[in-house]
């Protein structure tokens, strides 16, 4: 069974640029997570998508999107990018997203903005 | 506010001893805990789970304990290899939260 997919694995893009992710959970799976990061911060919580309905959002401005389609691939989307998004972005997926379920992660979008 | 703290954030020990990673959680609400292990250029990888209404669990080679009363995680690895090396997470699941909180990781060493 193959696990989840990101794409592309590395991204180097400039101040005010948008960027677009995308994330392929395992087939199965209906709950797809996005996650960034950082040195400093650690993992945080961007947003949890099942259904093609988001049903959670982490504390991020508004310029951090993401969408969810009928076969359960995701994608996300940040806009006029600034120098501080710059982290690892990682995608999880699980079954559906309940209580008691652990996380299945990808290896990671590495955006670099400059 | 929610977190999900550790108390080091580095660990070094020697090939063959025991490694003890702690972590604190800051919501009794929670009721599943998780811990993750992510190796350089890979993302996290589920190492044990524990549920609420357990103290311990016990894997292969690796053990969680949960002490509710003080909000305490903690992960024992037993004869700990140079693979071990890696930065541990621990992280909770809230009940209808539809997410997981990770707390800030920390990075194992193990001396040969």
């Known amino acids: 069974k193959a696990g989840v997919t990101q794409t592309p694995r590395y991204l180097i893009k400039t101040r005010g640029q948008q960027v677009t992710l995308s994330c392929s959970p395992i087939?199965?799976?209906?709950?797809v997570s996005w996650y960034q990061q950082t040195p400093g911060q650690g993992l945080q919580f961007l947003f949890e998508?099942?259904?093609?309905?988001?049903?959670n959002k982490g504390n991020f401005p508004g310029r951090f999107s993401g969408r969810q389609f009928s076969n359960s691939r995701s994608e996300m989307n940040v806009s006029t990018l600034e120098l501080g998004d710059s982290a690892l972005y990682l995608c999880?997926?699980?079954?559906?997203?309940?209580?008691?379920?652990?996380?299945?992660f990808g290896s990671g979008t590495q955006l670099s903005v400059l | 506010g929610e977190s999900v703290g550790l108390h080091l954030p580095t660990l070094s020990v020697q090939e063959g001893d025991n490694s003890i990673i702690n972590c604190a959680y800051s919501n009794s609400a929670s009721d599943y805990f998780i811990w993750y292990k992510q190796e350089s250029g890979k993302g996290p990888q589920f190492i044990i789970d524990i549920r609420s209404n357990m103290d311990k669990r016990q894997g292969q080679r690796v053990t969680v304990l949960l002490n509710k009363t003080v909000k305490h995680l903690s992960l024992q690895i037993a004869a700990t290899q140079p693979g071990d090396s890696a930065v541990y997470f621990c992280?909770?699941?809230?009940?209808?939260?539809?997410?997981?909180?990770f707390g800030a990781g920390t990075r194992l060493f193990v001396k040969a």
């Open positions: 992280a909770e699941n809230r009940r209808g939260g539809f997410k997981t909180i």
């Open positions: 998508y099942f259904s093609e309905t988001q049903r």
């Open positions: 999880a997926s699980s079954l559906d997203g309940a209580t008691n379920e652990k996380l299945f």
């Open positions: 087939s199965g799976h209906r709950s």
